[in-house]
């Protein structure tokens, strides 16, 4: 059995309820439909369990706030 790690993950409530639904119409639960998405998500991106990195030769492009500390 796969070892499995528990998270807290904070969702604006429409998303939430859009994933819920979309999970309902495939026949999962949310956990199984957040981790099915991840999965194909990451294996789109390059990303697998062979290549935890993804593809080195192409930087992911940065995400969230930018750096606002003095220089």
């Given at each position: 059995?796969?070892?499995?790690?528990?998270?807290?993950?904070?969702l604006p409530q429409d998303l939430r309820d859009r994933l819920s639904a979309h999970a309902k119409s495939e026949r999962r639960s949310l956990n199984s439909e957040l981790v099915y998405m991840l999965?194909?998500?990451?294996?789109?991106?390059?990303v697998d369990a062979e290549s935890p990195g993804g593809d080195s030769t192409s930087p992911a492009p940065l995400r969230g706030k930018p750096d606002s500390s003095p220089a």
């Open positions: 059995m796969m070892n499995e790690v528990r998270m807290t993950l904070r999965e194909v998500g990451l294996r789109a991106t390059g």
